[in-house]
């Protein structure tokens, strides 16, 4: 699997915005970066991977938590 199908997968819904806020760019340019029409954007690979990053830190502690009381 490549990287960009990799950081496609791990990003949640409605991640598009914060990966592309991040990178300075728009959502469409984002997408097409992950779908393959852009071939390399590292500002968007590096705001994507940060983002995929920054949402399981986040998550995993809430999930373990969660385990936790069941």
Do not use: D, Q, W
């Amino acid at each position: 699997m490549t990287t960009k199908k990799k950081i496609k997968k791990s990003l949640p819904h409605g991640y598009l915005t914060k990966v592309a806020m991040a990178a300075g760019v728009s959502k469409s340019a984002v997408t097409r970066y992950l779908n393959g029409s852009v071939k390399s954007s590292p500002r968007i690979e590096k705001a994507a991977i940060e983002c995929v990053l920054e949402y399981k830190n986040t998550i995993t502690p809430l999930l373990n938590k969660l385990n936790r009381v069941r």
